[in-house]
Each structure stands twice: as structure tokens, then as C-alpha cells.
């Protein structure tokens, strides 16, 4: 897979930022500056030629720009599930490209791709400095959001084409830069000169080859709360049981990570770690010992956590995405604790906590806030250069730009050899084998 960014042309403007900062040495970025995919180097080998080595593009503004500030329109489009901090980014994208390099004509798309189609029925709104001003400080998207719409990608870049834009920004998670990928694509083949530039949007921190992606923080920031009420709860009853249900459909950073913030969870099943739930050396058999042995317990479940164990060989539905629609584990574990103990007659009393549209809906976190305002700014540099199909990552703590195909080639999950999940083990004291 190549890490080789696209581009629409040669740069031969000079930057506006040139002029903004004449007199203080501006930190261009040379085409040539490269962030290493793997940053350990192994001595017993030399490197020769540069070029042998993974290395991505690093962002950041350049000194000569491919489009002229006075031709440029742009769109902003929001996909996909709501998310701590995308208005932080829409905001940074419109004061950047307004301040900075003089583009006046902004445009909003409304309910996600849906708005962008030729004949759609939302019209786009015109976004100004003084309409964003304070948008950061409510979460959600003020353009509004919605799944799918990217069945028909020319009717799409019909859309584009009778807009008049030049550069369209993405806000999404792997499905809304699929769709991306596609627009870029399409505008190619039809020789348009049409920038496309991603912003990673996904609380489950899961598209791969980024660091991480916007709101993931403030997300298990967010359940660190739930999780402190679930541990509250658990300890003020005899054999009290918190069951806290997370956002993770098929990568568990969330649940791990606040399980790491806290240390007060006893259990975190995620879906990168099958468990079984009877038997001996299952799931109700560990929280049993735990039980007996310190009469309360904590649990967080990742919401794709254990879908074996619910579906079986049925073939699930999907959403406007091509999401599978998960079965519901947080309600099922509840159900099967109560009638397992039950069983046993040994009393419990068990609080389920699902704080997982708090979550999403919370407005970002000042650390998410920076890193949006900073993810914001290095879009408009790496468009304004005439860069296209690529978003922008963050890698070894650097500002990057990633080919869309590339991230989207594979999902980013927890490995269970990992250091990192060895560490959430270590924090829950549970079994590292739950499987009989």
C-alpha cells in the first residue's frame, strides 16, 4: 500500500502566510520532511536509502500553494455518528481559511452526503467568522449529520460540480472517507480539479494509521464518570455489581482506556478478546470468585464485546453506513448475571449504567478542543497545496497526511499481546483467559 499523497497540480502561488508573518520565520513544510511509520529502528540493521523506509508525509502549511485564494469555494460535510469536537473542527476549518488565506466563500453541507447530492433538498449554508464564533462550545454538528447517501457517487460530485467547489473537507469515520475516496475518484476521472481532504471523526478510535482521532478523549474522559457512579453503586450494597455499557463496535479503546483512567473496574470485555460466559473458567464463574471474595464488582463491556454469544450463525442487518446492527451485550450480560446468581441463590444488586449518547453528544474536552482547532488548520494548508485524497492523522505525536486508501485498507484495533492491553489486565487484576 503506497504512502504517497496525490496532488492536483504543481504549487506556484506564493502563501498568504508569507505576508501574515513577514518579519517572524514561519515554520513551512517541505514536501520532503517525512514522520516514520515505526520509530524503533532495530541496530543490528542499516539503513541505507531513505526511500526503504514506511514514512508518511508530515502536514503543515507550505510556502507555495496550488489554488489562489480569490478562486477557491469550499465545503465543509459532516458524517456518520455525532462526536465530541466536530464543531471545534468545523470552526477551525472556516476561521483558518477565512483569516489566514483570504477564502470568503465557505459553504456548510447539511445532513452529510445527503446535502451534497445534485438535487437535495437541504440547501447549504454559508459559513462565516461571526456564525462559528461560538459553536465549539456545544457538541454535536451544527450542519447536522446523517448515514450513508454514497450509493450514487456521481450524482454526489454532480452536486459538487453545480456547487462550484474546489475543496470539500470530510468530517467522518471510515465510512464517510470511503465515500470520500470514491468523490476524489470520480472528480479525477472527470478531470476536475477538486481537493479532498478527510478529518478522522470516530469516538471508537478506530480507523488505522492514526494516533488517534478526535473526541476519543473526551469520550472515555466522559465514562470515566459512568464508570465512577457504576463503582459507587457496586461498594454501597452487599455484593453490589456496576455494569457499565460503552460505545466500541469492533475496537474496545474506549472501555480499555477508561478502565486505565479509573483502576476501578474489575472486568472490561472488549470485542478483540473472545470470552465464553459459562463454565468453569468463564465470565459468571470469575465474577462469581470475585463476588464471594471481595462482595462488590465493577464491569464495562465495549458494545461489540461477545456478539458470538448473542447471534450465533444469524446474519445480522445492516445500517445506511453498512454497519452491522449490533446485538444489544450490555442488556444481555444484566439478564444472564441476575439469572446466574440467581441460580446459585446468592443475592446481588446490580445497577446497568448505558451512558453511551451522553458521551457522544458532550461537547470536546480543552485537550480535544486543541488538537480539533490544530487538525482544523493543517486541512486548509494541505488543500490550499492542492493536495487531495489524503487525511489528516497525527503520527509519533506529528501532524500527517495519510492516503484515504490507506487508512480505510484495514480497522485499527487492541492487540491482546500488546503492552498496552497487558497494562488494562494489570489495572483489573481479571484473567487474561476467560475461554473454557
Request: negative net charge.
Amino acid at each position: 500500500m503506497s504512502y504517497t499523497i496525490e496532488s492536483l497540480g504543481e504549487s506556484k502561488i506564493d502563501s498568504p502566510l508569507k505576508q501574515q508573518f513577514r518579519g517572524v520565520p514561519m515554520p513551512f513544510v517541505s514536501d520532503n520532511a517525512r514522520v516514520l511509520v515505526n520509530p524503533v529502528i532495530d541496530g543490528s540493521h542499516t539503513v541505507l536509502d531513505v526511500s526503504e523506509v514506511q514514512s508518511f508525509e508530515m502536514a503543515g502549511p507550505r510556502e507555495k500553494i496550488f489554488f489562489h485564494p480569490s478562486e477557491v469555494r469550499c465545503a465543509i460535510v459532516t458524517c456518520g455518528g455525532l462526536c465530541p469536537g466536530i464543531n471545534d473542527v468545523i470552526r477551525s476549518i472556516v476561521m483558518t481559511s477565512y483569516y489566514h488565506y483570504g477564502i470568503s466563500s465557505i459553504l456548510g453541507i447539511r445532513y452529510g452526503y445527503q446535502g451534497l447530492r445534485y438535487e437535495s433538498p437541504y440547501e447549504p449554508m454559508e459559513l462565516t467568522p461571526e456564525l462559528v464564533e461560538d459553536i465549539h462550545l456545544d457538541g454535536g454538528t451544527i450542519l447536522g449529520s446523517s448515514r450513508g447517501g454514497t450509493e450514487n457517487i456521481d450524482v454526489i460530485v454532480d452536486g459538487i460540480e453545480k456547487l462550484g467547489v474546489n475543496i470539500l473537507y470530510t468530517i467522518g469515520g471510515d465510512g464517510t472517507q470511503r465515500g470520500a475516496h470514491r468523490i476524489s475518484k470520480t472528480a479525477h476521472k472527470r478531470g476536475l480539479k477538486l481537493a479532498v481532504v478527510g478529518i478522522p471523526k470516530t469516538i471508537d478510535n478506530d480507523i488505522s494509521f492514526i494516533q488517534k482521532s478526535f473526541g476519543f478523549e473526551t469520550a472515555f474522559s466522559e465514562a470515566v464518570k459512568a464508570i465512577a457512579s457504576a463503582h459507587v453503586e457496586a461498594k454501597g450494597a452487599p455484593n453490589g455489581i456496576g455494569l457499565v455499557k460503552l460505545m466500541g463496535r469492533h475496537s474496545g479503546f474506549i472501555a480499555a482506556n477508561a478502565t486505565l483512567a479509573m483502576n476501578d473496574v474489575n472486568f472490561v470485555l472488549v470485542p478483540e478478546v473472545p470470552f465464553d460466559l459459562e463454565g468453569p473458567n468463564g465470565f459468571l464463574a470469575h465474577l462469581e470468585q470475585r463476588i464471594l471474595k471481595r462482595h462488590h464488582a465493577v464491569v464495562c463491556v465495549a458494545e461489540g464485546a461477545g456478539q458470538d454469544l448473542l447471534v450465533g450463525d444469524k446474519e445480522l442487518e445492516r445500517d445506511a453506513s453498512g454497519n452491522v446492527k449490533l446485538e444489544d451485550i450490555g442488556i444481555y450480560l444484566r439478564d444472564k448475571i441476575i439469572a446466574y446468581f440467581d441460580a446459585r441463590k446468592i443475592p446481588i444488586n446490580l445497577k446497568y449504567i448505558d451512558p453511551s449518547y451522553m458521551i457522544r453528544s458532550a461537547p470536546a474536552n480543552p485537550n480535544d478542543s486543541v488538537f480539533c482547532n490544530l487538525l482544523g488548520q493543517n486541512a486548509v494548508h494541505a488543500a490550499m497545496a492542492g493536495k487531495t485524497n489524503l487525511l489528516i492523522g497525527l503520527w509519533n505525536n506529528i501532524f500527517t497526511h495519510v492516503p484515504i486508501e490507506l487508512a480505510i485498507s484495514k480497522r485499527k484495533q487492541i492487540d491482546p499481546n500488546s503492552t498496552f492491553w497487558s497494562s488494562v489486565l494489570q489495572a483489573t487484576g481479571q484473567s487474561p483467559n476467560m475461554k473454557n
